[in-house]
């Protein structure tokens, strides 16, 4: 009975021994190699993987009171994978707590208001931190893989900022873009009365905002220039709008835009054809799907612009072709 006492005194020592020196094992700030450090955790990877790799990356010194604490906390099974960046030293508690919010570095990717999807995908192949899944596909069969109904790319990716973790795949960064866009169509559709305006569906606003942003030199020329558009589709005038005859000319443009060309007869000449174009013809921002469908109540027909970003707004052709004879061919 001495014995078992004594035995059982023992490991209520050691036990407190060892809890106390654990205790203050893991709250005491590990030594990184350097600051700031950035370390890797791979999808798929278990406790047991991850904290043998911290041990060979020199951020904690053994696995095993990582995988105790681990479990004492019940997070064995809830670390993240990702791209890690450790600014200063800190405790084994708060590189568990970091590893299991997925506090990981963040890479970024803009889409600027404007772009073709050539462009678009120009820059996703680009990136050096993107896993390029789509460079021999073509954009029919992205959109299949992207779950889009649509047939033509253009102009379907809400242009923004997008963060992602180091080797995200191109078609994620495509699908998320894809449907920001449909969540804005839809909202800004679901507040417009069908009738009130010469667009039909929401993929026609898609279209006329696409024009819009490639009209807009100054902000507050946005929704006048969008009226101007409305004023035309609303009598049958024809747009006559030269960024949709350069989409047209795709590569064969050479950045001078020549009489011929707005004589010359595709699907995307406005000054040859009535109506909208097919498809957008670039990645048009908020503020111009906005303008499509709130333009300005206005009687201007034509504008032309100043030089200086700004736009003349004039309400008959004589006006106009005196304000480009002031603005473009002086």
Not at 102 to 125: M, P, S, Y
Not at 292 to 314: D, I, Q, R
Request: proline fraction near 4%; hydrophobic fraction near 40%; glycine fraction near 6%.
């Amino acid at each position: 009975m001495y014995l078992l006492k004594r035995l059982t005194m023992f490991v209520v020592i050691t036990s407190i021994l060892f809890a106390t020196w654990f205790y203050y094992h893991v709250n005491a700030d590990i030594q990184l190699p350097v600051t700031p450090y950035e370390f890797s955790i791979k999808p798929g990877s278990s406790l047991k993987k991850i904290s043998q790799q911290l041990v060979e990356e020199e951020v904690i010194q053994n696995p095993w009171s990582f995988i105790l604490l681990s479990f004492l906390m019940g997070h064995e099974s809830s670390l993240k994978a990702g791209d890690y960046k450790l600014t200063q030293n800190l405790p084994y508690v708060t590189l568990l707590e970091y590893l299991v919010k997925g506090d990981v570095k963040q890479h970024e990717i803009k889409f600027i208001e404007g772009w073709t999807f050539a462009q678009l995908r120009a820059a996703l192949k680009q990136h050096s931190e993107i896993k390029n899944e789509t460079a021999d596909l073509t954009d029919q069969e992205i959109l299949s893989l992207i779950g889009a109904n649509e047939t033509a790319a253009e102009g379907l990716f809400f242009p923004d900022t997008y963060f992602f973790t180091q080797n995200s795949s191109d078609l994620e960064i495509l699908r998320r873009a894809y449907h920001t866009m449909q969540q804005h169509l839809a909202s800004k559709w679901a507040r417009y009365e069908v009738g009130t305006l010469p667009l039909a569906t929401p993929y026609e606003v898609l279209i006329l905002a696409s024009i819009i942003e490639k009209e807009t030199g100054l902000e507050s020329d946005r929704a006048e220039i969008a009226g101007v558009f409305i004023n035309r589709l609303r009598i049958g005038m024809r747009l006559q709008t030269d960024p949709t005859v350069i989409y047209g000319l795709g590569d064969s443009f050479d950045g001078n835009l020549r009489r011929k060309d707005l004589r010359t007869d595709n699907k995307y000449n406005t000054y040859t054809r009535a109506g909208l174009p097919p498809t957008p013809i670039a990645l048009p921002g908020f503020a111009s799907i906005k303008a499509a469908l709130n333009p300005a109540k206005t009687k201007s027909l034509y504008f032309v612009a100043k030089g200086n970003g700004e736009s003349k707004f004039s309400t008959n052709l004589a006006d106009h072709n005196r304000a480009v004879n002031k603005y473009q061919r002086r």
